[in-house]
Structure formats: structure tokens, C-alpha cells
């Protein structure tokens, strides 16, 4: 972008000062001198313009896959959260489970 706007900025001094050369030195001057350098480097500055863009279509591109990789992994690490919660809460019952078997065994042998 730099080399892009150093660009433009010479157009206008080049513009600037020919039209200086030329004679024109009220007001006008720094009129048309904006407008025929904008007019030029429309034309001229075409291919800076686009590989310019082109870059920050890439940035954009890039950072968007990144974001959704990093929206999947959080998901996937939120699922296997969830499955080993529930993997620990199922050992936890299955513990409860068999120390209420175990204590009603207790229970019934100590009856006989």
C-alpha cells in the first residue's frame, strides 16, 4: 500500500510541477493537478491497485479458514469434554450401583 501511495503522490508532484512549468500558478494549480493525477493513476497504477487487493483478498481468505478451524477444534474439544463427563458420571453410578448391591448382600446374609 505504501508503494502504491508514494506512487500516487509522485503523479501529483509530476503534475504539479509541469503545470507549474506551463505558467499556471493560481488556484487551478492544485485543482488540476489532483484530478489529472487521479485520472492518470486510474489508468497507469491498474496493476499495483490489483495485486494490492489481491493480497488483502488473501489475508481475508486465510484468517476466514483459520477462524473455522479454530471454531472446529473448539467443538471437537467440547464434545470429547462432554463424552468424558458423561463417561465419569456413568463410573459413578455404576460404583453407586454396586455398593447398594454389596450392602443389600450384607444385608440379607446377616438376616440368615
Known amino acids: 500500500m505504501a508503494r502504491y501511495s508514494v506512487l500516487r503522490l509522485m503523479m501529483f508532484f509530476g503534475f504539479l510541477c509541469a503545470l507549474w512549468l506551463l505558467g499556471l500558478r493560481d488556484a487551478w494549480l492544485l485543482a488540476i493537478s489532483a484530478l489529472g493525477s487521479m485520472v492518470v493513476s486510474y489508468f497507469v497504477l491498474r496493476g499495483p491497485r490489483a495485486e ?32 468424558s463427563a458423561e463417561a465419569d458420571q ?7 450401583t454396586e455398593a447398594d448391591e454389596g450392602a443389600a448382600a450384607d444385608e440379607e446374609s446377616s438376616r440368615t
Do not use: L, P
Request: no cysteine.
Open 52 to 83: 494490492f487487493s489481491a493480497r488483502i483478498a488473501r489475508h481475508v481468505d486465510e484468517r476466514a479458514t483459520r477462524a473455522e478451524r479454530a471454531r472446529a477444534d473448539e467443538i471437537d474439544e467440547d464434545t470429547e469434554a462432554d463424552e
Open 90 to 96: 456413568n463410573a459413578q453410578v455404576d460404583e453407586d
